[in-house]
């Protein structure tokens, strides 16, 4: 009911705006996911098809902000979450200069 919802609001904030929305960005995943399992490739299948579908009946792209685990090296949570989205862009933080870069790391 909250995907049907949102999508709703999206598509009435649309008609009210000069252009149409086209980007709409979750932050962070967790929070707009509260109580899955992040390692549950069935809990993380069933939140890529809300954004999917929020997608296609908005028309919007959907990018979402989330963690990598404690290390760093990867996105936190279960493989299929990288596996299933189209890109990922990761921001990594260089501690000595306050340098951040966006690294595109899959297309």
């Given at each position: 009911?909250?995907?049907?919802?949102?999508?709703?609001?999206?598509?009435?904030?649309?008609?009210?705006?000069?252009?149409?929305?086209?980007?709409?960005?979750?932050?962070?995943?967790?929070?707009?996911?509260?109580?899955?399992?992040?390692?549950?490739?069935?809990?993380?299948?069933?939140?890529?098809?809300?954004?999917?579908?929020?997608?296609?009946?908005?028309?919007?792209?959907v990018?979402?902000?989330?963690?990598?685990?404690?290390?760093?090296?990867?996105?936190?949570?279960?493989t299929?979450?990288?596996?299933?989205?189209?890109?990922?862009?990761?921001?990594?933080?260089?501690?000595?200069?306050?340098?951040?870069d966006?690294?595109?790391?899959?297309?």
């Amino acid at each position: 009911k909250d995907v049907e919802d949102f999508i709703a609001e999206v598509k009435e904030l649309s008609k009210r705006m000069s252009h149409p929305a086209g980007l709409i960005i979750i932050d962070t995943l967790k929070k707009a996911a509260p109580g899955i399992d992040e390692i549950s490739g069935k809990d993380n299948a069933v939140v890529l098809e809300n954004v999917w579908r929020i997608e296609e009946e908005t028309g919007c792209h959907v990018c979402l902000v989330h963690h990598t685990n404690a290390d760093g090296k990867k996105l936190r949570g279960h493989t299929s979450l990288r596996d299933d989205v189209d890109q990922v862009i990761l921001i990594e933080h260089d501690k000595e200069t306050g340098i951040r870069d966006a690294v595109l790391d899959k297309i």
